[in-house]
Structure formats: C-alpha cells, structure tokens
C-alpha cells in the first residue's frame, strides 16, 4: 500500500486529459489555466491527486504536470470514445493497490474548495460510509456563490476501498454517461451508508462539449442490466420500501424497452430511469450530513 489511513493528505484519483478546453466569456480559451486550477484546489483541500493514464498520454505528460503522480493503464476505452479514457473498474482497482483506508475519486475538470472543518470531517468517514457530492455549475470561474447544482449525476466520492470488495461490473467508463449512477446505487445496494456535504464545495466550470447519443445509450442500457442482474444487499440487510420500488421501477421500464421501436421510445424510457436513480440516491443522501 502506498498509502495509510495516518497520512497528511489522502489520495484523489482522477484521469487528467493531456489537454482542456475551457472558454471565458470574452471567447479566450482558458483551459489550461483551469485545468490548474484544479489540480490546485485538490491540494488545498487536503489531497494528493493520482492520476490513472494510458502509457502512451503519460510519456507526453504537459511540464506544469509533472508534479501529479501518475499510474499507467494496458486498456482504454479509445475504441469507444476516440480517446484513452480510463474505466471505473480500473480505477477502483487502482484505489485498492494506492491504499488500504480512504479515498477520493473525482472528474478531472472539478474544482474543490472544502473547508477546514470539512476536511477533517471527511477524515472520520467509517468503512460501511460513503460520501457523494454534487457539483455546481459555473459559468465563470470567479462566480462561486451564483452557479447552479448539476441535477442529473455526481462528480465527488469519498470513501473506503476495503467497501469496493463487491464491485465487479468492467464497463462503465470514468467520466462518460452512466458511471456516476451506478457507482453509488452498487454501494447503496450493498449497504453502504451514503452521506453528503452541508456546504457548497464542489464546483464545475460549464463548457458546452456533451457525450454522443449513441455512447449514452449504450452505457444507459448496460446499467440497466448490470442493475437488475445484479445481487442487491449483500450483507444481508432487508431492503427498504424505496430500494425495492426502485428496482420495480426499473423492472417495469425493463420491459416495454422490449416492445419499443423508435429511437424515441428508448430515449424516453433511459430519461425515466436517469430521473429515477437520481432520485434514488438523493433519498438516500437526505438526512445524512457530513
């Protein structure tokens, strides 16, 4: 283990892109600032980032990077994509190998600014705990009391690796559709406690680059399987009236996606069940303040 739960600062896994495009309002690209910005912020915020690359990005790693610790990765989901983007079960593994107590996971283009009083609570997270933060949409990077809270994903977790025993799924991507909803609901399924911060701390520059169509239904359609076959409350807990209505829920848009035939009818049915996991999760947030 590189890493113990007595360290300074925990360890933030990521995947850095090699480049960032951000443009300011009067039409400068300001991506690589931001993309410091960051990196920056992860420090301060009581964190060591780690970054999780294919062999060949981190070779051309930009100079101002050089202080980020890096991990290389055989596979990437480049056929998919067109870049090397990193999957979730690799970085997940990564995090079990890195350390043996807590660990952080977020996107590559979020800003944290945690107060002190956060930081050392987020330090008494308990194995069987896991923190999921939404992010605030900005449109300037000097607006943090005016953005917006991103309704439809999550871009922050914190939590202990010795609770990543149960994840097996190998095909969501980091950072593409779908993986920031499976990711909480696998550790909801199985027991695990989710909390969320009181302060708005985590924040997101808005840009106007978005996932292709096909990629969202892909994965949109492997979490819906992935959900529905796999073993829920693995620790033998009963499961609540909202967990198994959820998953009648899904059950339910399961089945007429069987019978449907437009394009429409799909995006319709993978609307109904994003909608659905947020709110699953979000219920599962309420109540529970760190």
């Known amino acids: 283990m590189i890493y113990s739960s007595s360290v300074s600062q925990l360890p933030l896994i990521t995947s850095l892109p090699q480049s960032m495009k951000r443009i300011s309002a009067d039409g400068a690209d300001i991506g690589s600032e931001y993309a410091l910005a960051c990196q920056r912020s992860w ?5 060591e980032p780690i970054s999780l690359n294919a062999n060949d990005e981190i070779d051309e790693i930009p100079e101002d990077l050089k202080g980020i610790k890096f991990i290389s990765v055989d596979r990437t989901a480049r056929a998919t994509t067109g870049k090397p983007h990193v999957y979730l079960h690799d970085m997940l593994d990564a995090a079990r190998r890195i350390t043996d107590g807590l660990v952080a996971i977020t996107n590559a283009d979020i800003v944290l600014n945690l107060s002190a009083e956060t930081q050392s609570r987020i330090r008494q997270i308990k194995p069987g705990e896991c923190l999921i933060a939404k992010r605030i ?8 009391n005016s953005g917006t809270e991103y309704f439809h994903g999550y871009d922050f977790f914190v939590f202990h690796t010795g609770d990543l025993n149960r994840y097996t799924s190998r095909d969501f991507i980091f950072g593409a559709p779908w993986w920031d ?5 696998h550790m909801i399924m199985n027991g695990i406690r989710v909390r969320k911060i009181r302060e708005k701390s985590v924040f997101h520059l808005s840009h106007t680059e978005r ?3 096909d990629l969202w239904v892909q994965k949109g359609l492997l979490f819906l399987s992935e959900i529905l076959s ?5 620790r033998g807990e009963e499961p609540s009236f909202s967990s198994a209505d959820y998953l009648e829920r899904l059950s339910r848009i399961a089945a007429t996606l069987r019978s449907q035939s437009s394009q429409s009818e799909l995006h319709d049915s993978l609307n109904a069940i994003s909608s659905a996991n947020v709110r699953f999760i979000d219920e599962h947030r ?5």
């Open 43 to 47: 420090i301060q915020s009581g964190f």
């Open 137 to 144: 949409d900005l449109q300037s990077p000097d607006l943090k």
């Open 181 to 185: 909803h499976f990711f909480p609901i």
């Open 211 to 213: 996932w292709n169509e």
């Open 230 to 234: 796999s073993p829920h409350n693995a």
């Open 286 to 290: 309420e109540g529970n303040f760190l």
